[in-house]
């Protein structure tokens, strides 16, 4: 994410802002709880060996939540009342597993492709 080029980021977004898309804030989201999880499990001086055992299911089920909603409001024809990865504001919604691949592949991969 560091060597990634600041020219190459989601359309109409500020430079400080083009290296947030879609992607990164959900897997920062994923990322964060799957720590506190594992931070709240073994604060105990036994631990809490069932909530240790949690955050991967946890991220699992935010993620298949969020591939719900975004293909729900895409059947639905939804606009996007944000910007998500190459897509502007009011474009109609698509699924959040295109706008992983998208941000992956032109923004983490270094696919040298502008949007």
Do not use: N
């Not at 600041?6 to 920062?28: D, M, S, V």
């Not at 946890?58 to 998500?84: A, D, V």
């Amino acid at each position: 994410m560091l060597k990634c080029s600041i020219q190459y980021g989601p359309i109409g977004w500020q430079r400080k802002w083009c290296l947030l898309e879609f992607t990164t804030i959900h897997f920062a989201i994923c990322a964060s709880v799957f720590e506190t999880r594992l931070l709240i499990g073994t604060i105990p001086e036994p631990p809490i060996v069932r909530l240790c055992a949690m955050p991967s299911a946890t991220i699992c089920y935010y993620l298949g939540i969020i591939f719900l909603i975004s293909t729900f409001l895409t059947q639905r024809g939804y606009h996007l009342p944000f910007g998500m990865s190459s897509k502007p504001k009011g474009a109609i919604w698509r699924p959040a597993l295109l706008a992983i691949l998208e941000d992956t592949g032109a923004i983490e991969a270094r696919g040298e492709l502008a949007h």
